[in-house]
């Protein structure tokens, strides 16, 4: 049974924004990343966040349009999605680990527990 869950795809125009959600139940998911993967293509790396003082870190091409940010209290995880162009299409999904890094893994090694993902499609 997968414990993290992710949500809020859709089928957006660019520049559109939209929030991704990623339930992390009763994991104690100390660093959580997102990572995507086009249709035919391998899995790119998008940003993560570290547990504490939620250093986040983010790869080049959403940087300044991503944020990843996190609801302890909720066993929540999220990404906000702003600016939205058509390469950012792809499944979606979010990573954890109970390992703690002064700043976040955006390698996916470093991720133990996977959701199936959420499906975002930029089109116009």
């Known amino acids: 049974q997968l414990r993290l869950m992710e949500s809020g795809g859709g089928l957006v125009q660019p520049g559109d924004s939209l929030r991704l959600t990623c339930t992390t139940g009763?994991?104690?998911?100390?660093?959580v990343g997102w990572f995507r993967q086009a249709p035919g293509m391998e899995d790119e790396r998008v940003g993560c966040?570290?547990?504490?003082?939620?250093?986040?870190a983010y790869v080049p091409p959403v940087r300044g349009r991503f944020t990843v940010s996190r609801d302890n209290a909720k066993n929540t995880v999220y990404l906000q999605m702003d600016n939205l162009k058509p390469e950012d299409t792809g499944n979606y999904s979010c990573?954890?680990?109970?390992?703690?890094?002064?700043?976040?893994?955006?390698?996916?090694?470093?991720?133990?527990?996977w959701g199936r993902g959420t499906q975002v499609t930029v089109s116009s």
């Open positions: 009763g994991l104690t998911a100390n660093t």
């Open positions: 990573a954890a680990t109970v390992r703690t890094f002064r700043t976040c893994p955006l390698s996916r090694v470093w991720y133990d527990e």
């Open positions: 966040i570290s547990s504490g003082d939620g250093t986040q």
